[in-house]
């Protein structure tokens, strides 16, 4: 069997397309951050569409999106809370325990 090598990048994410505005607002729920979202002028060179393109992931490993965008986000945060308590980082007090 004749394997072919890919080069440059390849996309991992999932193909559900999310503006940056609501995954900082997700963020923000799941954290029970009480921070406020800023909204800024974009550059002009700033991609219009942020849809990770994965088909050559999927062509050439055999990649599929398992993973809700929400449940990562949830597991992400889990675990930097959990590397920073181990570190000696506290949480701030009063934080609220991050929702389901």
Do not use: K, W
Not at 17 to 25: F, G, P
Not at 64 to 92: D, H, K, N, W
């Amino acid at each position: 069997m004749e394997h072919l090598l890919e080069v440059g990048p390849v996309n991992l994410g999932n193909p559900v397309e999310v503006t940056v505005l609501e995954l900082a607002q997700e963020i923000v729920r799941l954290t029970g951050s009480a921070s406020r979202i800023v909204l800024r002028p974009l550059p002009d060179d700033d991609p219009r569409q942020r849809r990770p393109a994965i088909e050559l992931a999927r062509r050439s490993l055999g990649f599929e999106p398992r993973v809700a965008l929400r449940q990562g986000l949830y597991a992400t945060i889990q675990s930097f809370r959990a590397a920073l308590l181990g570190a000696g980082e506290c949480p701030r007090r009063g934080e609220p325990a991050l929702a389901s």
